[in-house]
């Protein structure tokens, strides 16, 4: 619903939040992975997207600490994505911090403040955009159980996917 009462240019990258579980600056960063490979200096388990089938397109973003890690984006979605490509990367800055954006979407603190607006205006409230990603992992936290990987493990693999690499911090998502 948060979606639908957004411009086109964040209705996509709210979708693409709740896809991939990104951070919101995150969004500015993506890049196909073929085009900008992951950091190699993580243990990355080889089961994080297993439960995809082949329904996704792999891309790179670049988080907290300048990690590069993988995220799955379903393939509707990367179709959408990608007929937003610019021709030229673009220099644009969040929160005093320069990115360089390949793709014609929202992100960073505009796309929050869209998703806030967008939130009151078809809900009467809000959560915040970084609630998103709250959703992102509770809902991959029950999709990995229900697919027969334990408590342990799925969290394992959604503290990857987060880019968290550490249980605690996506327990934190958990509640």
């Not at 990104?22 to 992975?33: D, P, V």
């Not at 609630?131 to 809902?139: E, S």
């Not at 493990?153 to 249980?167: P, T």
Request: charged content about 25%; aromatic content about 10%.
């Amino acid at each position: 619903m948060v979606a639908q009462a957004q411009s086109a240019k964040y209705n996509l990258s709210t979708l693409i939040v709740e896809c991939s579980g990104i951070r919101a600056h995150e969004l500015l960063t993506l890049r196909r992975a073929d085009e900008r490979p992951r950091d190699t200096h993580r243990n990355y388990r080889n089961d994080r997207f297993a439960i995809w089938g082949n329904a996704f397109v792999l891309y790179t973003v670049k988080g907290k600490g300048g990690l590069c890690r993988e995220v799955a984006i379903d393939e509707a979605l990367d179709v959408q994505l990608e007929a937003r490509r610019l021709d030229a990367p673009r220099s644009v800055w969040d929160r005093k911090i320069p990115y360089e954006q390949h793709y014609e979407i929202g992100g960073g603190h505009n796309w929050t403040n869209s998703f806030t607006r967008a939130s009151e205006r078809a809900l009467g409230w809000s959560e915040g955009g970084h609630g998103v990603r709250h959703g992102y992992a509770q809902a991959r936290m029950i999709a990995l159980q229900a697919n027969g990987y334990t408590y342990d493990d799925a969290l394992e693999l959604v503290s990857q996917e987060m880019g968290h690499f550490r249980a605690s911090i996506t327990e934190v998502y958990l509640r």
